[in-house]
């Protein structure tokens, strides 16, 4: 758990990491690397983008991931297609979970959207059951906001 301090300061690392730059897959990969770093009891920290019906591995930090994910399925997909922020305390109890890293424990995404459209998702993953709460959800929300304003994105 981050402390209030240390929330703030992410995000102020986040805004100057973002700063001039537009480019969506180096902000990304960039975040992604951010986060890990700070955030304690994380596994696994990336982003998918979306390509029609599917979502398409994008830059990540962890062990390997799933490459394609359909709209819908498992967790990332579940996130972008009813396009909002899913928090799972137990992945092994979500019908579909896709396993990349079996010491995930919770997980939790958050669709990049762009206007109306949802252009990609924001996974981060624990070895810890119950790692995601409010604190998170509202830290990573940001993050995610503030990766699609500062970056060239194209909608889905």
Known sequence: MLQTDDV???VAQARALLEGERDLIANAANLAALVAMMV???NWVGVYLRRGDELV???FHGKPATTRIALGAGVCGTAAAERRT???PDVHAFPGHIACDPAS???IVVPLRCGGDVIG???VDSPLAERFGAAERALFEELAALLVAGSDVTRA
């Open 8 to 10: 703030a300061m992410l």
């Open 121 to 123: 998702v924001f996974d």
């Open 86 to 88: 899913v928090v799972v």
């Open 105 to 107: 424990r919770s997980e």
């Open 40 to 42: 304690p009891d994380l």
């Open 57 to 59: 591995l994008g830059p």
